[in-house]
């Protein structure tokens, strides 16, 4: 049997969500099309980014660059879902508390692991679980938990197909055909499972509550073109009418980018068709779906990370971003000022172990004698070493909660309480989740260490390097200064 791969299952599977969700929502061609136009000004802008995008094999992931998002309502529906994810080569990375922000779920993100199979195909999926818990209104709970019970999101042959994956893999026509059955989960469908009343009071609780419940499968929500300048972007989108949201979510621009930056188009009103009680089919609407694009910079480490998060609250509590975005521009100010403070150099990054590096060599270079862990500054100075910031490949509570709020329709002000529950959603998953954090450690340690050894460290002195050898680096190079 010719088995197919989970990187070819994978990029498949992207081009079909993609066929997809472009003929259900015609706004999103719109919006590939002025990230493109972006793209192209931006490179032309900017040789050296181009160059350094050509290096590093990233050109050719700018118009394929994309995830999308769904929301769930059981446990049942989510561990099937990793199983279905598993096929594809895609892990759940990181767990997001959303409770923060008012929103009733918590999120992982299906993505696939190693360099390798990101260059094969970035696709991810961000996931989220409704928390019933976090509903305070019983009578809606106990609806929502009825309707729940009585769908199944899978079709029978999606479900006969995991399992035979899972006892002896798929030839390429058996995964085509799981393609097409895992498609069918996601796709939109006007006609929702309940009636209008029902639909009223689960939304008159929470937006998200009728977006999960009230519809036969988990629809998606958006998918995400990747721009290299996300700010024209968000201009053009303003500029044609694409109604985006007010600000950009995430850090500030930056000379030197990090993390995730992203900014939408509101949802649309779609028309829906209810059922009702006595069997009349009513007219109606929902609004849910959006288009988002997002930019990418350096994958920070727990002390980047912590003091990101210091700044970002300073900001969000020195000019509190109004629910109508009125004051968006005097938030923007206040925290571009306050990222002042966030080193906007690479070095510093790296020098003071803010971010995490992927480590490479000039081929031309090799030691002549052995390498002391000091003499490493040397070899980044004079080029033998190379060190570029690694990509942030997962997301941002906060962010993803901004995305998530404008557009629900927005809201007044939510109860800002912490309910996280990583315990309950791991065992709702079946599975623990990837701490992103040691990922990105791991994939710099061993960078450094194959580094180390094509300049002619042994082995077990560029493992040790590779461990230490950050520190080493910074040590060294303060000593210089």
């Not at 989970?6 to 590939?32: G, L, N, V």
């Not at 900017?46 to 700018?62: D, G, H, I, T, V």
């Not at 912590?306 to 206040?334: K, M, Q």
């Not at 000091?374 to 690694?390: F, K, Q, Y």
């Amino acid at each position: 049997m010719n088995d197919a791969s989970a990187d070819s299952i994978r990029t498949m599977f992207a081009s079909a969500i993609s066929d997809m969700y472009q003929a259900e929502a015609p706004q999103y061609r719109a919006m590939q099309a002025l990230v493109a136009e972006v793209n192209r000004q931006t490179l032309a802008d900017e040789p050296q980014l181009k160059r350094r995008l050509a290096e590093n094999n990233e050109l050719e992931r700018l118009d394929v660059e994309r995830h999308g998002a769904i929301r769930v309502g059981t446990a049942e529906e989510l561990s099937m879902l990793r199983r279905l994810f598993a096929i594809m080569g895609m892990a759940p990375v990181g767990y997001y508390d959303l409770s923060i922000a008012g929103i009733p779920v918590h999120s992982t993100a299906f993505r696939p692991i190693g360099a390798s199979a990101l260059r094969a195909s970035p696709f991810r999926i961000f996931t989220s679980l409704l928390r019933l818990d976090l509903i305070p209104d019983r009578n809606a709970r106990e609806i929502a938990a009825k309707v729940l019970a009585q769908r199944d999101i899978f079709t029978p042959r999606c479900r006969t197909l995991i399992d035979l994956f899972e006892r002896r893999g798929f030839d390429d026509g058996e995964a085509r055909e799981f393609v097409v059955e895992a498609a069918k989960i996601f796709r939109w469908n006007g006609q929702a499972t309940v009636s209008s009343a029902v639909y009223r009071t689960l939304h008159a609780t929470h937006p998200l509550l009728a977006d999960i419940v009230c519809f036969k499968g988990p629809h998606i929500n958006h998918l995400t073109l990747h721009a290299l300048d996300i700010d024209a972007a968000h201009s053009a989108m303003a500029a044609r009418g694409m109604n985006p949201k007010a600000i950009v979510e995430g850090p500030p621009r930056r000379r030197c980018p990090i993390l995730l930056r992203q900014t939408s188009f509101k949802a649309r009103p779609e028309p829906v068709e209810f059922i009702e009680e006595d069997g009349r089919r009513a007219t109606g609407a929902h609004t849910a779906r959006f288009g988002e694009i997002e930019q990418r910079g350096a994958a920070l480490t727990a002390k980047g990370r912590a003091l990101y998060d210091r700044l970002l609250a300073e900001a969000h509590a020195a000019v509190p971003l109004a629910t109508d975005g009125a004051n968006a521009l005097a938030f923007n100010e206040e925290l571009a000022r306050r990222f002042a403070a966030f080193p906007d150099d690479d070095e510093t990054l790296r020098r003071e172990k803010l971010a995490f590096f992927h480590y490479s060599v000039d081929p031309s270079a090799r030691a002549t004698e052995p390498i002391s862990p000091g003499s490493m500054d040397d070899l980044l100075r004079t080029g033998a070493l190379r060190a570029e910031p690694i990509v942030y490949e997962d997301f941002l509570p906060v962010s993803a909660a901004g995305i998530f709020r404008s557009n629900l329709g927005e809201r007044g002000e939510e109860e800002l309480i912490e309910r996280a529950d990583r315990g309950a959603f791991e065992a709702a998953l079946g599975a623990p989740v990837f701490d992103e954090l040691a990922l990105y450690e791991d994939a710099e340690t061993r960078s450094l260490g194959a580094s180390l050894q094509a300049l002619g460290v042994d082995h077990a002195a560029s493992v040790q390097l590779a461990k230490t050898g950050a520190a080493h680096i910074g040590a060294a190079e303060s000593s210089h200064n």
